[in-house]
């Protein structure tokens, strides 16, 4: 613990070796480990490892088709060819469920993508009597 506060770092005051305590960061290193190029030795340099990382982002950004951006890139998702792209796959499904219906049990995939989206929202409570949502405080 010393050497943390003397290297300026605040240790997280959650639980040890709880799954959920940063699921995004945790998500991000799993994605990384699983490259055929991982560094599983390190990094010679610090050059090497920045290089490895423009890399990796690069990537990351360009290439990885995202499961929660149902398969796009997120360079696609944010120069705005998700509507189009996902459009297209959705008349793709369409066709063939047309042609062959025995091959579907229920309706196409869901291409749709939410507008918004939050890394930690607010917790909406339904109340008993309102169908209305109130943010839980």
């Not at 369409?94 to 042609?99: D, Q, S, T, V």
């Amino acid at each position: 613990m010393e050497t943390l506060y003397q290297l300026g770092i605040t240790p997280s005051r959650s639980r040890p070796r709880v799954s959920n305590d940063n699921q995004y960061a945790e998500s991000i290193f799993r994605t990384c480990k699983y490259r055929p190029n991982y560094p599983v030795k390190g990094f010679a340099s610090l050059t090497e490892a920045r290089q490895w990382v423009l890399s990796f982002t690069r990537w990351y950004n360009q290439e990885h088709r995202h499961s929660g951006l149902n398969f796009l890139t997120p360079n696609q998702r944010h120069n705005g060819l998700s509507t189009q792209i996902l459009e297209h796959r959705k008349q793709v499904y369409e066709a063939a469920k047309l042609r062959h219906p025995e091959r579907w049990s229920g309706p196409i995939r869901d291409w749709t993508l939410e507008e918004i989206v939050w890394l930690n929202p607010d917790r909406v409570k339904e109340p008993a009597s309102k169908g209305f949502g109130c943010l839980e405080k």
